[in-house]
């Protein structure tokens, strides 16, 4: 038990469908972070949100959508996204900048 | 172009030895750097980590060490145990209040009984 949680642990979904990532943690941390780890790469940040503002978007392409409702949860919101988006998909929390990332078991997505 | 190197996709250790995994980085305004484990079908835990005014930090079997002048880190396993068997990131942070983590590719580590 990482105290994050993200749901569901697989997703499968054609290019033209909809569907959200989520994240929640329990360590009652400030920020959470949403990061893509594809085959051979490494762990590549795509957004942070501290106290539900964002603070960075790593030039994530728009059909990626991030949503911060409180410090506690976190979605990704996907639409129309190509096969090359298949890849883990990890969140992870921090108390703060500069300290350890508590990371969640990760969603693997495959785009069909 | 890579920030955080890690030239070793995998080793090998037999139970009982020194496991030590290597990390290289290129960003001199990097200043704070962890370590992470990562188990199969599992998100990385956070091992132990260092900051850039300190060569060396312990804890219990783990022990990181960081060569500023080389810009090299490396994570000393002592004993080295089969639940190690893992893969193992190197992960940095540049300075300020800064979010983001740069990793490497990770280590692909295996401890035989």
């Known amino acids: 038990e990482t105290g994050v949680t993200q749901t569901p642990r697989h997703l499968v979904m054609g290019m033209t469908n909809k569907k959200s990532l989520k994240c929640e943690q329990h360590?009652?941390?400030?920020?959470m972070y949403w990061y893509k780890q594809s085959a051979k790469k490494p762990l590549e940040l795509m957004f942070v949100?501290?106290?539900?503002?964002?603070?960075e978007n790593n030039s994530v392409p728009s059909r990626f959508s991030p949503e911060c409702p409180n410090s506690s949860h976190l979605f990704l919101h996907l639409h129309t996204l190509q096969p090359e988006d298949s890849a883990l998909y990890l969140c992870?929390?921090?108390?703060?900048?500069?300290?350890?990332?508590?990371f969640g078991d990760g969603t693997r997505l495959s785009i069909l | 172009d890579q920030q955080v190197k890690q030239n070793s996709p995998s080793l090998s250790v037999q139970e009982g030895r020194i496991s030590i995994l290597n990390c290289d980085y290129t960003n001199s305004m990097f200043d704070y750097f962890l370590w992470y484990k990562k188990y199969p079908a599992e998100g990385p835990t956070f091992l132990i980590s260092i900051s850039s005014i300190k060569d060396k930090n312990e804890d219990g079997r783990f022990t990181v060490f960081l060569n500023k002048s080389a810009k090299h880190l490396s994570l000393h396993i002592v004993p080295s145990q089969p639940g190690d068997s893992a893969v193992y990131f190197c992960a940095a942070v540049s300075g300020g209040s800064n979010y983001k983590l740069t990793f490497g590719k990770g280590t692909l580590l295996t401890v035989n009984p």
């Open positions: 992870a929390s921090s108390q703060g900048p500069n300290q350890p990332q508590h």
């Open positions: 360590l009652g941390h400030n920020a």
């Open positions: 949100y501290n106290f539900k503002e964002q603070t």
